[in-house]
C-alpha cells in the first residue's frame, strides 16, 4: 500500500493501515498553591537566584535489575541544571524535604472533571510514582495518583472511553539541551495538572484533533483550570497494523495533531516496508553485522565543514559499514524524510550529537 499524501487521504485509506490513536491530556489546575507544597502555583519568570548541578544515576530495583532507560540515560553523561527562583521553589521540589499534604482544591478540581467524564470514582488516593528519566523532575519520578476510571465522552454516535483520570504534579520547563548539558526552569516544577487517558478509539488523524478539542472544552466549562500556552499539552499514541504504538510527546496546539498523526502513520507504515526488504536481502536481528573503524586521520583535510569542525574540537570520526544496506538509508519514511534520520535521531540522544549533521552517509538508490 501507498501513503498517499496528507490532503488525499480518506477515512478508509486510514481503516486499511489499520490506524489506532489514543490519547494523554494534560491540563493544569487553577489552584494558588502547588500539588505538595504551598508554594505558588503559576509565577512564571526567566529570571533566577541560583544553580544546582545535578547527574541522574540509575538504581536497583526491587527485582535486583537496572531499568534500561534509566540506563541508556546515565550513559549520555547528562549534567542537569536546575535554575531555581526563591519565591517559586522550595527544598521539596529539590527532593530535601518530604512531601507536604495533598492539595486539597487540587483534588476537588479532579473529582469535579472525573464526574463530568462519568468515571468510576476510586474509594481511596494512593500516590505513586512514575518515573521520569530525563532530569525534567529532580527527583527522578512524578508522584501521581489515579482519581477515576472507565468514564467515556460521546463523540459522532459513539462513545470515546476514558481509561483513567489521574491527578500529578508538572515538571520543569525545558530551557536547552546541547550536547552533555540539559538546563531547566523550575518556576513549573510541582504545579497540579489532571491526566486524561483515552482508549485507542479513535480512526483518523482528524478524529484524535476533534476528540482532544471537546475534552479541551469539557475542562474549561468548570472554569478552574489554566489556560494559555503550556497549560494544557497533548501526548498523542499512534499505531498501524503490525507496528507498535509510539507516543508523540507535548504537541502544544492541538490544530497540529491531524498531520503529526498522519506522518507517523506514515513513519511506522514505511519502517515495516523497509523491515520486509531486510527480510528479503537476508537481514535479521540474528543477521545482522556491521563494522567500525576510525577515520579522523583520513578526514583531517575534508572540505566538509561539520566534520573539520568536529575535527577541530578533538572529537573523533567514526565510519560504520552497514553490509547489504546500500540505497536503503534514503528508503522514504515520512515526506522529505529518509531512514538516515532514524539512525541520526538515536545518535542526537544517546551519543549527545546534537549539532546537525551528526551523521553523513554514501548510499545510492540504485
Not at 536547552?176 to 504545579?191: A, F, N, P, Q
Not at 503490525?242 to 492541538?254: A, D, F, L, Q, S
Not at 522514504?332 to 546534537?354: N, P
Amino acid at each position: 500500500m501507498t501513503i498517499k499524501p496528507f490532503s488525499e487521504m480518506t477515512a478508509s485509506d486510514y481503516d486499511a493501515l489499520g490506524f489506532k490513536s489514543g490519547l494523554e491530556i494534560h491540563q493544569q489546575l487553577f489552584t494558588a498553591k502547588k500539588l505538595f507544597c504551598r508554594c505558588p502555583a503559576g509565577r512564571y519568570s526567566e529570571e533566577f537566584n541560583a544553580e544546582i548541578l545535578r547527574h541522574m544515576r540509575p538504581t536497583l530495583s526491587e527485582l535486583g535489575e537496572y531499568d534500561g532507560t534509566a540506563l541508556m540515560e546515565f550513559k549520555t553523561r547528562k549534567e542537569i541544571i536546575y535554575q531555581i527562583h526563591r519565591d517559586t521553589i522550595c527544598t521539596y521540589e529539590m527532593d530535601d524535604t518530604p512531601p507536604f499534604e495533598l492539595n486539597g482544591d487540587a483534588l476537588d478540581i479532579a473529582l469535579s472533571i472525573g464526574l463530568l467524564y462519568g468515571c468510576s470514582m476510586v474509594d481511596e488516593i494512593h500516590i505513586a510514582r512514575k518515573q521520569y528519566l530525563d532530569g525534567s523532575i529532580p527527583t527522578g519520578f512524578q508522584r501521581t495518583t489515579i482519581v477515576g476510571v472507565n468514564g467515556s465522552i460521546p463523540y459522532k454516535g459513539r462513545r470515546i472511553s476514558i481509561i483513567q483520570l489521574g491527578l500529578e504534579e508538572d515538571a520543569c520547563r525545558e530551557v536547552s539541551d546541547v550536547g552533555h548539558r540539559r538546563i531547566y526552569l523550575t518556576d513549573r516544577l510541582g504545579m497540579p495538572l489532571i491526566e486524561t487517558v483515552t482508549a485507542p478509539d479513535m480512526r483518523t488523524p482528524q478524529e484524535v484533533a476533534e476528540v482532544a478539542d471537546i475534552l479541551r472544552r469539557l475542562v474549561r466549562s468548570t472554569g478552574r483550570v489554566r489556560t494559555g500556552g503550556g497549560a494544557a499539552r497533548q501526548d498523542v499514541n499512534v499505531s498501524v497494523t503490525g507496528g507498535t504504538r509510539i507516543e508523540i510527546k507535548g504537541v502544544p496546539r492541538i490544530p497540529n495533531i491531524p498531520l503529526l498523526t498522519y506522518n507517523e502513520a506514515m513513519r511506522q507504515h514505511n519502517l515495516l516496508l523497509l523491515r520486509d526488504e531486510l527480510h528479503k536481502r537476508g537481514i535479521t536481528p540474528d543477521s545482522f553485522s556491521s563494522r567500525t573503524e576510525d577515520v579522523t586521520k583520513i578526514l583531517r583535510r575534508t572540505r566538509f565543514q561539520p566534520v573539520r569542525d568536529a575535527i577541530a574540537m578533538g572529537l573523533e570520526a567514526r565510519g560504520v559499514l552497514l553490509r547489504g544496506f546500500q540505497g536503503l538509508l534514503r528508503w522514504r519514511t515520512q515526506t522529505d524524510t529518509y531512514f538516515s534520520r532514524e539512525i541520526s535521531d538515536r545518535v542526537r540522544v544517546v551519543a549527545c550529537l546534537t549539532t546537525l549533521p551528526n551523521i553523513i552517509f554514501s548510499d545510492s538508490p540504485s
